[in-house]
């Protein structure tokens, strides 16, 4: 979750970044519940935000944190 306090909405600077650097996103998570950690192929943003951070948020449903509670969703604008 990055954050010891709830946060109502990603930052998107490290999206954004990336689609101007012409770089990929690399997904790391650790998954706190069962001692596992590890890193995904690449996500290429493709220039639509909404759809890129949902299909990122989705990817981190299935993981948890030690603060899982605290994790938010990403929430389109």
Do not use: C
Not at 6 to 32: C, E, M, Q, R, S
Not at 42 to 49: L, M, R
Request: glycine share 8%; charged share 25%; hydrophobic share 35%.
């Amino acid at each position: 979750e990055g954050t010891r306090s709830k946060n109502p909405y990603w930052k998107t600077g490290f999206y954004t970044t990336a689609l101007k650097a012409k770089v990929p996103i690399v997904l790391g998570y650790l998954d706190y519940k069962h001692k596992i950690a590890g890193m995904t192929d690449v996500f290429f943003p493709t220039g639509n935000i909404d759809q890129d951070l949902m299909k990122i948020s989705e990817f981190y449903k299935r993981f948890s944190g030690k603060n899982h509670e605290l994790f938010a969703n990403y929430l389109p604008s």
